[in-house]
């Protein structure tokens, strides 16, 4: 494990700050310097903190193929990780690249394609910046059609039916992974939603469409949130619709971590 990381094994006891556990409590999103809460779809940057932590070191390269505000690459440039996001939205990506340069590190590349992810041509990452795979991946899709982030009929927000939204996370995963190198990880962060009276289990949906795309599930990790800004000033509404359909407010969403073996 130290062979991918920079951490000390001699010294584990002293690791205090690394997680290990599979429920992570997070109390407070860390907002500080580029790192804003703003956008309705990003998540809590001690989210990548942990998983670079433990799954990457100093210099090594990191794709987010769901870039959107940037929390990944702000916190990779934060620990001297070079990272690339694929962004479908033009006017996201420019706003994001905005804060992310307001803390640019000299030497560290932290940089946006602006793009489709399930087309993206994989060798422009190569040329551009000579490289021949990269260390980590972070899948962060919407989850499906709870929040519509776009008009783009090739948002995955947009799929018309949860078949559609599968295949289409098929597609960028099959598309990305590829410039994954061997032996090393990968995370999806995704939740579940309700529809119709019955949960829709997106979340293991999406960690089927990993394993069928050849990489190993090594990890099962729970997360904690708390008011979501679809849900904002609506717990009393939530809590009535939870008695009244004997269904349970989602307070969790799911962090699984992949190896690609060969």
């Known amino acids: 494990m130290g062979k991918i990381n920079d951490l000390d094994l001699k010294n584990w006891k002293e690791l205090t ?6 429920l992570w409590i997070i109390q407070n999103r860390d907002n500080s310097g580029a790192h804003s809460g703003h956008y309705h779809g990003n998540f809590v940057p ?15 390269f990191i794709l987010d193929p769901f870039a959107g505000s940037g929390t990944t690459l702000i916190e990779a440039q934060r620990m001297n990780r070079n990272s690339i996001g694929i962004e479908l939205q033009p006017q996201v990506a420019m706003e994001a690249i905005g804060r992310i340069h307001s803390e640019q590190k000299d030497g560290i590349v932290a940089d946006t394609f602006v793009d489709d992810s399930r087309t993206f041509d994989i060798n422009r990452i190569k040329t551009t910046y000579n ?14 059609d709870i929040i519509k982030f776009s008009e783009d009929s090739n948002d995955l927000s947009n799929s018309p039916t949860l078949e559609d939204f599968i295949e289409n996370f ?11 190198e061997k032996g090393r990880y990968c995370a999806v962060v995704i939740g579940d ?8 289990p997106l979340g293991f949906y999406c960690m089927q469409a990993m394993q069928q795309d050849g990489l190993t599930l090594k990890a099962t990790i729970v997360k904690n949130f708390e008011e979501t800004k679809g849900k904002a000033n609506q717990k009393a509404l939530w809590r009535r619709r939870a008695l009244e359909n004997g269904l349970y407010i989602f307070k969790h969403e799911y962090i699984f971590v992949f190896k690609k073996e060969k």
Not at 17 to 22: A, E, H, K, P, R
């Open 17 to 22: 700050d690394i997680w290990t556990d599979s």
């Open 46 to 60: 001690q989210i990548p903190h942990q998983l670079l932590s433990r799954y990457t070191k100093t210099g090594d």
């Open 131 to 144: 490289i021949d795979t990269v260390q980590f991946i972070i899948y962060h899709p919407p989850y499906w």
């Open 170 to 180: 098929k597609k960028v995963v099959s598309n990305t992974s590829t410039i994954l």
């Open 193 to 200: 939603k309700y529809a119709n009276g019955q949960i829709i």
